[in-house]
T-cell receptor, first 116, second 110 residues
Framework: DVKVTQSSRYLVKRTGEKVFLECVQD?????MFWYRQDPGLGLRLIYFSYDVKMKEKGDIPEGYSVSREKKERFSLILESASTNQTSMYLC???????????????FGSGTQLSVL | GEDVEQSLFLSVREGDSSVINCTYTDSSSTYLYWYKQEPGAGLQLLTY?????DMKQDQRLTVLLNKKDKHLSLRIADTQTGDSAIYFCAEHTGGFKTIFGAGTRLFVKA
């Protein structure tokens, strides 16, 4: 059974802290994504990666960075957490090959981050 | 621009059919998807349809696509309490980007 694992289910951090969210997939997918989910806004793409060490900005990259040192692992970094980054963070890996148009996404269970 | 719109809530009685609607704006979308999110979980792919199809059926699920109106719907037959969840419509426009709607929360009353 395919699996995307996010390291933490709940996380509470203070304003200004550096936060690492980890995601691991076991499907050998090239594409990996970080979304944030807020009520009424759906999912918004923060960053994605289509290969090891490759990264691209999504729609809302400000305040975030990412790291993809190994194919199976994609990390989201909040350099200096702020209260407006309180949200549900969802990692996904995609079955697409390169820029193919059929991208089935497999999601982790999410990390609910609260920044106080 | 790219946008996917869907109503936020739907309430049905157990045993009835549910129809969740979605409109999208990018006429170049070639694949359209329905994802389901149960409480406390990530999204799970339910089904998808290729843009040259009008309909796709998978057990209790029927997807209808009207390309002219850029309208996508998901029908769930014989809706059960276990179908209570948030349903997301999504379009893939090529490249690496999948655009999601805000999600429709389906309530199933016993």
């Amino acid at each position: 059974d395919v699996k995307v694992t996010q390291s933490s289910r709940y996380l509470v951090k203070r304003t200004g802290e550096k936060v690492f969210l980890e995601c691991v997939q076991d499907m050998d997918h090239e594409n990996m994504f970080w979304y944030r989910q807020d009520p009424g806004l759906g999912l918004r793409l923060i960053y994605f990666s289509y290969d090891v060490k490759m990264k691209e900005k999504g729609d809302i990259p400000e305040g975030y960075s990412v790291s993809r040192e190994k194919k199976e692992r994609f990390s989201l970094i909040l350099e200096s957490a702020s209260t407006n980054q309180t949200s549900m963070y969802l990692c996904a890996s995609g079955s697409g090959q390169g820029k193919t148009t059929n991208e089935k996404l497999f999601f982790g269970s999410g990390t609910q981050l609260s920044v106080l | 621009g790219e946008d996917v719109e869907q109503s936020l809530f739907l309430s049905v009685r157990e045993g009835d059919s549910s129809v969740i609607n979605c409109t999208y704006t990018d006429s170049s979308s070639t694949y359209l998807y329905w994802y389901k999110q149960e409480p406390g979980a990530g999204l799970q792919l339910l089904t998808y349809i290729f843009s040259n199809m009008d309909m796709k059926q998978d057990q209790r699920l029927t997807v209808l696509l009207n390309k002219k109106d850029k309208h996508l719907s998901l029908r769930i037959a014989d809706t059960q309490t276990g179908d209570s969840a948030i349903y997301f419509c999504a379009e893939h426009t090529g490249g690496f980007k999948t655009i999601f709607g805000a999600g429709t929360r389906l309530f199933v009353k016993a």
